[in-house]
């Protein structure tokens, strides 16, 4: 097991999931800032991992955090990094596909997400990584449109999301994805390019 500081956070890890990128530290930000004008309601984390985007998102705030993750060993992590922070109380992981474990009615007032978004022949460049939390399908974006799809369907009037993908390429063909499967439902509001990704904001 491992350890390492995400905005003051203590987060562990190990091999079995992807390691905490640093960089990642700007949708926590990013988000803790949108939530001083969101409405009411708790904050949804897709592809949550070991949770430190959600945490560090919720942390200064009074807002519980639904996390989602497939990976067994992310759930152990993040309840684990959830109850170190003093966050145990507000968290609530749903272990499965990010698509079967919300149900039609529920709605968040933020949602962040990180899924994976590596093309499955370019996978082998990070062998370090583990391949269900690097694979995004034949162009990268599976699961990053199915994000598209579940913000479009969970996110409250007036709330907000924030998507990480890795390319600006990959940004152009998200924000053209969302507009025309949303029927207009959700529009792009801005798209921040790091070093390392992309974030973008979704709104309705």
């Known amino acids: 097991m491992q350890q390492l500081s995400f905005q003051g956070l203590s987060i562990s890890y190990d091999h079995h999931v992807l390691e905490p990128r640093p960089w990642t530290e700007a949708q926590s930000s990013w988000a803790a800032e949108l939530l001083g004008d969101a409405p009411a309601g708790p904050v949804l984390e897709l592809c949550a991992g070991v949770g430190h985007i959600g945490l ?118 998200i924000e053209a994805y969302a507009t025309e499967s949303s029927a207009g439902s959700l529009s792009v509001v801005e798209t921040r390019v790091y070093d390392r990704g992309v974030l973008i904001q979704l709104s309705r």
């Not at 996390?67 to 684990?80: G, K, S, T």
């Open 56 to 173: 560090a998102a919720v942390r200064d705030s009074d807002r519980d955090l639904v996390m989602v993750d497939i990976n067994p060993v992310a759930q152990r992590f993040a309840l684990e990094n959830a109850a170190v922070n003093g966050l145990g109380s507000r968290v609530d992981f749903r272990l499965g596909g990010i698509d079967a474990v919300l149900t039609s009615e529920e709605q968040f007032a933020l949602i962040v997400a990180d899924p994976p978004w590596v093309r499955s022949t370019e996978t082998t460049r990070y062998p370090a990584d583990p391949l269900l939390a690097i694979d995004g399908g034949d162009d990268g974006l599976d699961l990053a449109r199915t994000c598209v799809d579940l913000i479009g369907a969970h996110l409250a009037a007036g709330g907000t999301a924030l998507l990480q993908i890795g390319t600006p390429e990959q940004a152009q063909d």
